[in-house]
């Protein structure tokens, strides 16, 4: 069998642990021994340390089989590779076991928020759209048409462990208060249509801007793309380093990509209305 479970960006801001958009950067795993290193397409054996190794065992998968994966997720960038190698992981475990359908997409959601520890880039990457996660429950709304991601990420990585110490431990009443509210604008501005106000609801006093401290180019670009009045909405994508923007698609954002190059790598990407799924095997080379 062979599974498919989209990259994504989450915390959007002010959602700290909450919001998340699934980005159309594939995480594949496959359980075919037609897949094995050597074939020319990318793919790598998972080792017992592997994320995906992991939530495959957690959802109950046979921890003696061999598995396989490729993806040009970057690791350590705020993309959700370790939240949609889990996601794959449980969904093929599960999936083989003949688990009923109408449970499967729960159940990969609870390994993998489990395994994550917080459930923001599971809920994405498990069903797609934008989701809202709360604990053991999420929501995924379809995100309107015409919209395009640009993302932005450094050499350097940063591990979500790491970023976190960087965090107050206390957040003041009305700090909170701030970012409960623009993470609310970010539910209902999806839910209306209206993009508008998004700018607004990318705005958070709990996490964003201690992090940034810490991530000086990461701060520079996301200014940089704040500047530019095409951009609906920027962010710092999970725990960073990689900056995030939504533009209208078609906009001809090169220009702004190449203006945030600097020391790092930018791409565009479509939104990924589906989550982890069953899909063809491709063909053997």
Same mark, same amino acid.
């Given at each position: ?10 915390? !959007?801001?002010? =959602? ?63 993309? =959700? ?65 015409? !919209? ?5 990420w450094p050499e350097k990585s940063t591990s979500t462990t790491a970023s976190r110490k960087v965090l107050a431990p206390i ?40 992090r940034l401290l810490a991530r000086p180019d990461s701060a520079e670009v996301l200014q940089g793309m704040l500047e530019d ?6 962010? !710092?994508?999970?725990? =960073? ?45």
């Amino acid at each position: 069998m062979h599974v498919s479970a989209p990259a994504s960006s989450a915390n !959007l801001g002010p =959602g700290f642990d909450c919001l998340a958009l699934a980005l159309d950067l594939p995480f594949e795993l496959s359980d075919s021994p037609a897949h094995h290193d050597g074939d020319g397409q990318g793919w790598l054996v998972v080792e017992p340390t592997h994320p995906a190794a992991a939530a495959y065992a957690a959802a109950g998968g046979d921890t003696d089989a061999q598995l396989w994966w490729r993806s040009p997720i970057p690791p350590g960038r705020g993309l =959700g590779f370790s939240g949609a190698a889990r996601v794959a992981g449980a969904y093929l475990a599960l999936i083989s076991s003949g688990v009923d359908t109408a449970e499967i997409q729960q159940r990969t959601f609870s390994v993998a928020a489990v395994l994550e520890g917080h459930p923001d880039n599971a809920a994405a990457s498990t069903w797609g759209g934008f989701t809202v996660a709360a604990g053991e429950r999420a929501v995924s709304l379809k995100v309107p048409e015409g !919209l395009e991601v640009l993302v932005w990420w450094p050499e350097k990585s940063t591990s979500t462990t790491a970023s976190r110490k960087v965090l107050a431990p206390i957040v003041s009443r009305e700090s909170a208060a701030f970012s409960i509210a623009r993470s609310s604008l970010w539910v209902a501005a999806i839910a209306t249509g209206d993009l508008s106000m998004l700018r607004v609801a990318c705005e958070d006093q709990v996490h964003q801007a201690e992090r940034l401290l810490a991530r000086p180019d990461s701060a520079e670009v996301l200014q940089g793309m704040l500047e530019d009045e095409r951009v609906l909405a920027a962010w !710092l994508s999970g725990s =960073g380093p990689t900056v995030a923007a939504l533009l209208p698609a078609g906009t001809h954002a090169q220009p702004l990509a190449a203006k945030l190059v600097g020391s790092g790598r930018t791409r565009i990407l479509s939104l990924s209305a589906s989550g982890v799924q069953q899909v063809p095997a491709p063909p053997n080379t």
